[in-house]
């Protein structure tokens, strides 16, 4: 089966511009996840889809951030207008529905932000 | 959630068993514990999750004591691609908080 796949692998873009990370999940999981990892700091939770519904985006940074998930399969995560400090890595995970389901990731989309 | 410690770097040789024990103190009874390992420009991947005693699987074994106050991932005979970071994980739903995780580095 294809695995989680992220689009684009990396995004160098200029303070204020805008940017929409693609995550395209596992085919059948209802669950989607997006992670950040900030140069030096650990790999951060930002929100929770389960299918459309945004289950949890409590680790949602500011409002400047907008995830997406319609018709509840794959997901973009739309950053507007871009700030230094949003660089880093954007990871997306999918995984089945039921508790302690394992997370699947994709590759990660890095973003920098100039 | 539960926060796990874990050693920030550790070193092997080609074909020794490498343990990497965690500790999760304030671990809640619906936790369950989840290992990742990490390569460089990729994302985390799942490598065993169990409850409780001991699970195995093809690549790790996953020791859990009776108070399940820590874990341990074992690696038998590690080889040089199994340079990695490894992520101990407690949670109870699929949220994840991750650590700092552990640097392993394998040599010839």
């Known amino acids: 089966e294809a695995g989680v796949t992220q689009f684009p692998s990396h995004s160098v873009i200029e303070k204020g511009q805008t940017v929409t990370l693609r995550c395209d999940p596992i085919s059948g999981h209802d669950n989607l996840y997006w992670y950040r990892r900030v140069m030096g700091k650990e790999i951060k939770f930002l929100l929770h889809?389960?299918?459309?519904?945004?289950?949890?985006e409590s680790g949602m940074p500011n409002n400047r951030f907008l995830a997406e998930r319609t018709g509840g399969t794959y997901s973009t995560l739309k950053v507007q207008p871009a700030e230094l400090e949003d660089s880093g890595v954007y990871f997306c995970?999918?995984?089945?529905?039921?508790?302690?389901?394992?997370?699947?990731f994709g590759n990660g989309t890095r973003l920098t932000v100039t | 959630l539960a926060k796990t410690t874990q050693p920030i770097s550790m070193d092997s040789y080609e074909g020794q068993e490498v343990n990497i024990t965690c500790s999760h103190n304030n671990i809640a009874t619906n936790d369950y514990i989840t290992w990742y390992q990490q390569f460089p420009s990729q994302g985390p991947r799942f490598i065993i999750q169990?409850?409780?005693t001991k699970v195995t699987n093809e690549v790790a074994s996953l020791f859990i004591p009776a108070d399940r106050k820590s874990s341990t991932l074992s690696l038998p005979r590690v080889s040089l691609s199994d340079t990695a970071v490894y992520y101990c994980?407690?949670?109870?739903?699929?949220?994840?908080?991750f650590g700092k995780g552990t640097m392993l580095l394998v040599s010839p």
């Open positions: 889809f389960v299918k459309e519904s945004k289950q949890d």
């Open positions: 995970a999918s995984s089945q529905v039921g508790m302690n389901s394992p997370l699947h």
């Open positions: 994980l407690v949670a109870g739903y699929s949220t994840l908080t």
């Open positions: 169990g409850y409780k």
